[in-house]
């Protein structure tokens, strides 16, 4: 199986420390990164048997923990960009970095988005950046839940940093929000994106706010808008950094990194940071717990008998209690 493989690799090396790793980019290391490649493929391919061998395996990852950095913002706004210059300035600091480019308009699985592949390639031959781009894939879910998994792999396989860069405005941002530890959104000045992101209700959602492209107009009034609609109201919560950046002058990135940095120190180090990852952790798990429970619920129901179905259908019983008997007879199986 292949996340056997992975753990294996990954049993070989946890004696080693994290920066003979960086350094020496060691054989172990590279089979490494050639496993997280083939147990994402796995979990593109076959989520639920991936899910069930993730859920039983013990780990032990190769401390300190990864850091997930959530990129998101709308198609254009430079993210890969940014993150190309991202991975730049933590490879120069030594921490290798994984870059899962979510991409729900391509139909490829596995394969790499042009842009990002053309945006990010300086890093192709360095082994201590992982790249890779996930398309998606069914209706139900399997984007998300692949990603989640690609995420938690990269982290159990050591990478210092990983970068998650979604696309959008709505659900995907609130999903991010879920996974990252670091949430970053990026807009451009004067676009009007921040009337838009108003109106989803996402503008509180974000730890960092950059503006990018600042080379191609002021930044300054977005700067204010955001300043004005984003403080919080608790003096003790994080307040969300506020930076105007310039991909393509290469300008802003050095405060970005810094920002990211001062985010986590916050969240390792500040009660109300504890408070925050603790809830991420339990939305993460009742997330897992759902995903595991759905597939043999459903199937241990199979269908809705026809008895309940006509009686919603005559507007007899709502479907609630419907649902209601049908889970009471499912634990009464599982039991
Ligand atoms: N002028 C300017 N163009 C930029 C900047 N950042 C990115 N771009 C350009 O914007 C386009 C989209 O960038 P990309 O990083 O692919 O955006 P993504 O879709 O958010 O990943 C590309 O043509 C980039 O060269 C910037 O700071 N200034
Ligand atoms: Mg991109």
């Given at each position: 199986m292949i996340i056997q493989r992975t753990l294996d690799v990954s049993q070989l090396t946890k004696q080693l420390t994290g920066d003979s790793l960086v350094e020496g980019m060691s054989d172990a290391w590279r089979s490494r990164v050639r496993a997280l490649s083939r147990a994402i493929t796995f979990l593109e391919n076959d989520p639920l048997l991936a899910m069930s061998v993730l859920g039983n395996a013990q780990f032990e990852t190769i401390a300190p923990p990864s850091r997930v950095i959530g990129l998101t913002g709308l198609?254009?706004?430079?993210k890969s960009s940014l993150t190309n210059l991202m991975v730049r300035s933590l490879r120069k600091a030594g921490k290798t970095v994984a870059v899962l480019a979510v991409d729900?308009?391509?139909?490829?699985?596995?394969?790499?988005?042009l842009g990002d592949r053309v945006r990010m390639q300086?890093?192709?031959?360095?082994?201590?950046v992982f790249i890779r781009s996930m398309g998606s894939r069914g209706a139900l879910g399997g984007v998300a839940r692949s990603t989640r998994g690609a995420v938690r792999l990269a982290g159990i396989l050591g990478f210092d940093a990983i970068i998650v860069e979604t696309v959008g405005i709505g659900q995907s941002e609130s999903e991010i929000v879920e996974l990252a530890d670091t949430t970053v959104l990026v807009l451009m000045p004067n676009s009007g994106d921040e009337v838009q992101l108003m109106k989803a209700g996402?503008?509180?959602?974000?730890d960092i706010y950059v503006i990018n492209k600042s080379d191609l107009a002021s930044p300054a009034r977005m700067m204010n808008e955001l300043h004005e609609n984003t403080?919080?109201?608790?003096?003790?919560?994080w307040c969300p950094a506020i930076l105007p950046t310039s991909a393509t002058n290469e300008e802003g990135i050095d405060k970005l990194v810094a920002a990211i940095q001062s985010h986590a120190a916050y969240e390792q180090t500040h009660p109300k940071g504890l408070e925050v990852r603790k809830q991420r952790a339990i939305k993460e798990i009742l997330r897992a717990l759902h995903n595991v429970i759905e597939p043999d619920f459903l199937q241990a129901i199979e269908k809705v008998p026809a008895e309940q179905l006509n009686e919603v259908v005559a507007g007899k019983r709502p479907a609630l209690a419907i649902a209601y008997e049908l889970a009471q007879k499912f634990t009464r199986k599982i039991n």
């Open positions: 198609p254009g706004s430079g729900p308009s391509s139909p490829l699985s596995g394969g790499a988005v300086e890093h192709f031959r360095d082994p201590g996402v503008l509180q959602l974000a403080a919080p109201s608790d003096p003790e919560a």
